[in-house]
């Protein structure tokens, strides 16, 4: 399940915890319902659309491979940073994996 509105971003860009990579920012908040919500936040900062676009893309896909493993009942925001613009899909993978298990966010 996404997150579509404002407001739900918002609230775990506030109150969330977070957890830096070299090239991904993940942001979570945990709730008492029995599935998972994440939201994609890539910056104007870090280029043009067309870059912003595939930057979402990596993000996207890297999170697919790890859905089935993460534990339900989380909200997830995961940015990309800078470094992550060139990276390529298994990197981040990689990445966000090595973020998770140190969050204790993986069965």
């Given at each position: 399940?996404t ?6 971003f918002d609230l775990?860009?506030?109150t ?14 945990r709730d ?11 910056g ?5 659309a067309?870059?912003?676009v ?6 996207r ?10 534990t339900p ?11 992550g613009?060139?990276?390529k899909?298994?990197d981040?993978?990689?990445e966000?994996e ?6 204790r966010?993986l069965?």
């Amino acid at each position: 399940m996404t997150l579509r509105k404002g407001w739900e971003f918002d609230l775990i860009f506030r109150t969330g915890i977070r957890a830096n990579g070299e090239l991904v920012r993940l942001l979570y908040l945990r709730d008492n319902t029995d599935s998972i919500k994440f939201g994609l936040a890539v910056g104007k900062r870090l280029g043009k659309a067309h870059v912003r676009v595939r930057g979402r893309r990596i993000l996207r896909e890297a999170f697919r491979q790890l859905s089935d493993r993460i534990t339900p009942g989380i909200s997830i925001v995961l940015g990309l940073k800078s470094a992550g613009i060139g990276a390529k899909t298994q990197d981040v993978y990689t990445e966000l994996e090595r973020l998770f298990m140190r969050r204790r966010l993986l069965t």
